[in-house]
T-cell receptor, first 114, second 116 residues
């Protein structure tokens, strides 16, 4: 079945540091890929998405590019802020087997210190 | 901005008791989902619901679980006889459905279920 693997966390950075959170996936067909973010005490919010190979999703300074050749969707931000502290989830849907359900990675806790 | 709401935020119950978790979807959304996250583990899909019937379910969603939309607004998840291993955060999600399978799913804040 489908699966998503994220880099092991947690990740702790200083403000203005560069962020990369790795995400790779296994799925049949051409799934859509997502990054969700969960701030403390809140539900999951869509951060960005990409629906086909080579698409780049971007939002709030975060970017991720859908790389079918490496089955990856790594999240990057050039300069993190304290307000970016949250849990980040990589996810996919729309594979040949998954339909509309979301398949999530383990989540990566990001802490940004001032 | 419209949002998905869930009640209660925290539910404590004894093993073997029935619980009902409630979700109020965004008003014009057509597809509804339940996910759960056991502490320290991945968010897992349970079930999807469209047009008043289940469209997909996972192997987790066994006969102890049921979903319904009793009054056209609330979307509920019932666990008939809770087990210790049902302790988790349960998330409701909804989507509009006009963009195929790739529309954004909007998540509620979750209900933390603790089974003692």
């Amino acid at each position: 079945g489908d699966s998503v693997t994220q880099m092991e966390g947690p990740v702790t950075l200083s403000e203005e540091a560069f962020l990369t959170i790795n995400c790779t996936y296994t799925a049949t067909g051409y799934p859509s890929l997502f990054w969700y973010v969960q701030y403390p005490g809140e539900g999951l919010q869509l951060l960005l998405k990409a629906t086909k190979a080579d698409d780049k999703g971007s939002n709030k300074g975060f970017e991720a590019t859908y790389r079918k050749e490496t089955t990856s969707f790594h999240l990057e931000k050039g300069s993190v802020q304290v307000s970016d502290s949250a849990v980040y989830f990589c996810a996919l849907s729309g594979s040949e087997t998954s339909g509309s359900r979301l398949t999530f990675g383990e989540g990566t806790q990001l802490t940004v210190n001032p | 901005e419209p949002e998905v709401t869930q009640t209660p935020s925290h539910q404590v119950t004894q093993m073997g008791q029935e619980v009902i978790l409630r979700c109020v979807p965004i008003s014009n959304h057509l597809y509804f989902y339940w996910y759960r996250q056991i502490l320290g583990q991945k968010v897992e899909f349970l079930v999807s619901f469209y047009n008043n019937e289940i469209s997909e379910k996972s192997e987790i969603f066994d006969d102890q679980f049921s979903v319904e939309r009793p009054d056209g607004s609330n979307f509920t998840l019932k666990i008939r006889s809770t087990k210790l291993e049902d302790s988790a955060m349960y998330f409701c999600a909804t989507r509009g459905g006009r963009g195929g399978n790739f529309d954004e799913q909007f998540f509620g804040p979750g209900t933390r279920l603790t089974v003692l």
